[in-house]
């Protein structure tokens, strides 16, 4: 049975930096596309990023792009989702997701290619 454990979220300060982790248990991520989600409390959730760990190809949506970098740890079967220069709208629970994709697919516009969902991780940027 596939499970992913999402974490790494907490309170920062606004211009500090996060860095989630996607780990995976029952399978491996070498041929997966994993997506990184947030839900903001009253609004609904969005794609942030996401990598096909396959190819290693990564996205990156607009509200973010420039802050944030994903990358993913073989070894450890997890994949990150590094962040920076957070701002107060940036608060929300982040999701991580994963499908099983072998030709390189990888999605962070739709959530519906994502099969397995992590429990998220309560992010928080205030001062």
């Known amino acids: 049975d596939v499970q992913l454990q999402a974490s790494g979220g907490g309170l920062v300060q606004p211009g500090g930096s996060l860095t989630l982790s996607c780990a995976a248990s029952g399978t491996s991520f070498d041929d997966w596309a994993v997506g990184w989600f947030r839900q903001a409390p009253g609004k609904e959730r969005e794609g942030v990023s996401c990598i096909s760990v396959s190819d290693g190809i990564t996205l990156y949506a607009d509200s973010m792009k420039g802050r944030v970098t994903i990358f993913s740890d073989h070894a450890k079967n997890t994949v990150y989702l590094q962040m920076n220069s957070l701002k107060p709208e940036d608060t929300a629970v982040y999701y991580c997701?994963?499908?099983?994709?072998?030709?390189?697919?990888?999605?962070?516009?739709?959530?519906?290619?994502?099969?397995?969902w992590g429990q998220g991780t309560q992010v928080t940027v205030s001062s």
């Open positions: 997701a994963a499908v099983y994709a072998p030709d390189g697919s990888a999605w962070y516009e739709e959530e519906y290619p994502y099969n397995y």
